[in-house]
């Protein structure tokens, strides 16, 4: 069996013609799409040297220093600013720096790079695990999730691995670390009966068209909330999914989706266009079709607090905004809807995925 590349080698491929195609991804554009460049060879040897060369070519400029005995948390620095966060998301941007400049530097950064050890780490990845959260411990307790602890090993994995292709260091001190296992959260999805209390209780609190709507197609958080009036056609009765809300570095933001799948149109219900028509008189002119006092988008946490108060002043238990999207897929398969089309709806990847995440309902 061929060895599967690892991320950042590139891809090689026989095309049809019998030649040899590597690809490898550069960066991004200003719409956060990959760009890539590709060579072309007779044989896979020569096609890998030459994707080699390409990528050395793209390669950042060698610093003075980078060297063995250097400090692990300015190898980390210049790894994430060099290496890794050209290739990132806005989104992806933050929760790795929030994971190497709050916590790997702080705890590890001192250590010179060529004597970390796997100890070290298995010791900070323990600290985490006990007493790694600096917010909000009142809440939460003082350590932090087996998410964290996983992200943050990943990222020091990937960096010290690229410290071994570059000669820094022998071995990979990360490889062998025991960490948290990886569990599935748990999905919960509303009754018709609990769907009911819900949809009532958010018309009391004036946010029934927004919760519909989620009911009724599926969408993510940060779509729904990126919906404007042009992506709508009431009369042909469907909705294109263009964009999506986030937050980075505390600012409400307009982004691009996160994969071509997710750009998509759905049908929409009666129900939906009725409502929707009752929210386009509530708007007026704003080009948004869910807005904040302030006349922009609304805020994702903002949404998530308000989808919280709801449920608890209807009795229900409390779930994730993620749960109604898995609400709405669990409804449309026990309804008939065949799985291609809950897939393409979701905007899942593959039909394949969408049938091992809900093959409890089918």
Known sequence: MARKRKNGEGTVRLRKDGRWEGRVVIGYDEKNLPKTKNV?????????????????QYAPPKSDKVKSDMPFGEWMDFWYQNYSRPKLRPTTRSGYEGRIYQHIIP???????????????QQFYVRLKQSGRLLHTEHYGEGLSDTMVRGSHANCRSALEKAVQEGLIRINPAVCCKLPPKKAREMQVLTREEIQRFLIQAKAEGYFELFLLELTTGLRRGELLGLKWLDIDLEKGDLRVQRQIGRIDGKIIEMPLKTKNAYRTLPLSADAINVLMQQRRKTGNSEWVFLSPTGGPMSPDSVLHMLHRILKRAGLPKVRFHDLRHTFATLALQNGVDIKTVSGMLGHFSAGFTLDTYAHVT
């Open 107 to 121: 705890e590890l950064g001192s250590i010179p790079l060529n004597q970390l050890t796997q100890n070290d780490l």
């Open 40 to 56: 072309l060879a007779k044989t896979k040897s020569e096609c890998v040297e030459k994707l080699k060369q390409l990528q050395e």
